[in-house]
Nanobody, 121 residues
Framework: QVQLVESGGGLVQAGGSLRLSCAASGRTIIISAMGWFRQAPGKEREFVAA????????RYGNFAKGRFTISRDNAKNTVYLQMNSLKPEDTAVYYC??????????????WGQGTQVTVSS
């Protein structure tokens, strides 16, 4: 089993920044690619960003390109999501996920509990 615990969400004004963290524990040996998804009220869960194990390959949803940056620290079994220039439409619950496949597209079996991000206008 793998446990994923997110942190770093909160309330921020439009144009502000937040940094989300996701710490993995348990059978982390099976963790390869990790990623973030989000779900806004009344909407389906959508892909935000993903990163491979080495950190050399990343992928972003179109809305995240140029504003969000995903990174990881394998020594800490932690993946980060730096979110800049936040917009009210970024308001959602953000979920950590692992292990994504080689294409960094399809979610894996493990999900965190989610962290709320609220962007006020």
């Amino acid at each position: 089993q793998v446990q994923l615990v997110e942190s770093g969400g909160g309330l921020v004004q439009a144009g502000g920044s937040l940094r989300l963290s996701c710490a993995a524990s348990g059978r982390t040996i099976i963790i390869s690619a990790m990623g973030w998804f989000r779900q806004a009220p009344g909407k389906e869960r959508e892909f935000v960003a993903a990163i491979d194990y080495s950190g050399t390959s990343t992928r972003y949803g179109n809305f995240a390109k140029g504003r969000f940056t995903i990174s990881r620290d394998n020594a800490k079994n932690t993946v980060y999501l730096q979110m800049n220039s936040l917009k009210p439409e970024d308001t959602a619950v953000y979920y950590c996920n692992a292990p994504l496949g080689a294409t960094l597209a399809l979610p894996g079996n493990y999900w965190g509990q989610g962290t709320q991000v609220t962007v006020s206008s």
